[in-house]
């Protein structure tokens, strides 16, 4: 049903925000049996599943995609069962961190329903996704649901049909059963609305969940999801697979479904967002994406590439080669991530499967002007006016990529086609880079030897204070190239090994104040913070990085923690 509490009813911005928090909590509160309120929420929150919900129901949602899978499919586990645990976990994990706008128990049910009577009427499941809970990110359109991409102006609007990929994943067999939060504008690396607040990080409650997928990464790092839909047009997937310790992938541009998702500047094609998993393992990343291109989605919607998932082995008779970027050249990353890389790294070079080589980063920093400049060619007036038309105020990381940002441009047709000629050049350039990595040209101009993967941070720190996500540059670096970018867990912040005091002379302001928080904060401020890293591929080699990723899990054991 849609709200009928909104800006165009003559409600101001609180009572539309308050309306919209009371529809969440409805939905939370018919969830059988009921759960118990969180008198005080810790600041590491992970252990509140054992203390609030049944043994079988935590047994359930920490179990990985590929392994519910199976079980499924045989009726070893009813979907039915699968879907209320994850639910009672989802809204759980809202009492903790923030991170549900609206969960959906009487479609999930009946769904739930549907796929056990058709697998006990059939010895078969629906499809290779049969009884799998998908979390989905709320701007992903829902039919009949509210699509207000987080502005409060546009509270009211409704999905008209199912997104494109959610329809690929009904068919396979998904239950859609929760829709977690997102920011302000859609541009945070963290989770911010005046909506629904602050969506808060489950391993550490001070800290920031990521963005703009934040409600996702939320609760599919408090397990309250195995497996999620975000978006990424900076970072927004890769942030919150970081933040809290599960793996997020960005794909290609061009290879999976957008159709359907609420957005302002939508047809922008200078600097084009993508969308992709998060899960609580690689192999549930694999299966997502695998799973959409082998429904051909290009038949529907054109602008995606008409090429299969590719199977063959990029590996085979050949070795692994890996490059190390350490330092983007702008932002020092903090102890705690470079000791993790480091950690990596050497575990590599131990067994030497794999080679190992440093990656000097070209022009980060002209990078980011680049793509600072293309993401609002209108002056970022369509956000502008979406967040002024409720009269909300304005969040501090909206004021920072939009007002405060000094390379945003109202672009006139001659203007943007300069600017679209600057990207290009900066992409030949480190396609140029990455092919002198070659050490030998092969046989039809091959060029045999070069680097397959980078890997490097994947932000200049750990999950971050609240308001304090400003360097993108270890994200949008790889959004500018349109390279594939994937996240994976290392480790978590220790309080012993990462109380690391080094006198550093900062380069830049950026770098400053992202050293300063460290400063200030130390270890112990990021206490039981998630560690991960980011691996990247170029572009259309989105299954080679899944490929070296499993190769480096293999080789390494990561992760080296355990999450929950």
Known sequence: MAATVTIASGATWQEVAADRQKHRDAKISVLEPP????????????????EYLTAEEVTITETPVEKLVPQLAKAELSTTAVTKAFLRRAGLAQKAVNCITELLPTRALERAAYLDTYLKENGKPVGPLHGIPISVKEHIGMKGLDLNAGFVAWVG????????ILQILWRAGAVFYARTTQPQTLMHLETSSNLYGVTTNPFNTTLTSGGSSGG??????????????????????????????VYGMKPTTGRLPVAGWMATMLGAEHIIPTIGPLSTSLEGCRLFIKTLIDAKPWYKEPSLLPFPWKEEDAFKGKKLKVAVLWDDGVVKPH?????????????????????????KPYKHDLAWEIIANLYFCDGAAEESDAINASGEPWRPLSQFIIPQNPHLQPHTITSLWKANQARDGYKAKYAQLWNETATS???????????DVILCPAGPGVAP??????WWGYTSQ??????????????KVDTAKDDVKEAYEPR??????????WEKFGAEGYKDAPISLQLVGRRYEDEKVIQALEIIKEETGLPFVEYV
């Open 508 to 517: 830049n302001e950026k770098d400053k104040f992202n050293w300063d928080l």
């Open 441 to 451: 040209e092969g046989v039809n101009g091959e060029l045999d030897g070069m680097v």
């Open 35 to 50: 759960l118990l309120e969180i008198k005080d929420v810790p600041q590491y929150t992970i252990p509140l599943a054992k």
């Open 478 to 491: 790889w959004n500018l190239l349109d390279y594939p970018a994937l996240i994976f867990p290392v480790d």
């Open 465 to 470: 204070k609240i308001d304090t996500a400003k």
């Open 157 to 164: 609007r409704l999905g008209e049909e199912e997104s494109h």
């Open 335 to 359: 102890p705690p991530v470079l000791r993790a890389l480091n950690e990596v790294v050497e575990k590599l070079k131990a067994k030497g499967n794999v080679e190992v080589v440093e990656w």
């Open 216 to 245: 996702e990464g939320a609760l599919v790092g408090f397990r309250g999801s195995c497996l999620g839909i975000g978006t990424d047009i900076g970072g927004s997937i890769r942030s919150p697979a970081a933040n809290n310790g």
